[in-house]
């Protein structure tokens, strides 16, 4: 995988631009030397794979950024699994899937530190994932996201993408 790939003359699809990470990451997309494409929820509704499949149709990203998610505090994730769970599988199978077919260059997907068992030896090392049983309050979410960096792993491995996950582990 090339290490100096450049955002500049790209068209870079941030989907989750007014999230806490998606801010940040929009703030420092726009000091760049390329266009920056981060449409609101109203905008684009990435639980509708039609609406996801024909966004990327029509704009054509060079890289495409998954920083949304359906996210919620300790007693949302408690009383609703299930909707925290499909939902977020939803949007990342959507994403990917539209993203693969408009041969987006690059993407870059946003994990979360709960995937980690809930007694993972500290510091956590990326060998600790899978290992134990998760945070049980918010399991569905955990395991929506250990199921998207599988997605990328398997467009990697299977296409040659240079897909990657990211796992932002202090916000």
């Not at 290992?131 to 299977?158: C, D, F, H, W």
């Amino acid at each position: 995988m090339e290490s100096n790939f450049s955002l500049d003359g790209k068209r870079v699809f941030l989907a989750g631009g007014s999230g806490l990470v998606g801010r940040a990451l929009l703030s420092q997309l726009e000091q760049r030397s390329c266009a920056v494409l981060s449409p609101s929820h109203e905008d684009l509704d990435l639980l509708d794979e039609r609406c996801t499949t024909d966004y990327f149709s029509e704009m054509r990203p060079d890289v495409a950024i998954l920083a949304a998610a359906r996210v919620g505090g300790i007693g949302a994730n408690q009383s609703q699994p299930y909707d925290f769970l499909m939902d977020n599988l939803r949007m990342e199978i959507n994403f990917m899937t539209a993203a693969h077919e408009a041969n987006v260059e690059r993407l870059g997907f946003l994990g979360s530190s709960c995937i980690y068992p809930k007694l993972a030896p500290q510091p956590l090392a990326e060998s600790a994932l899978v290992t134990g049983p998760l945070e049980p309050t918010n399991t569905g979410y955990a395991m929506a996201k250990l199921s998207g960096i599988e997605m990328v792993n398997a467009v990697r491995a299977q296409f040659g993408r240079p897909w990657i996950s990211l796992l932002p582990s202090n916000l």
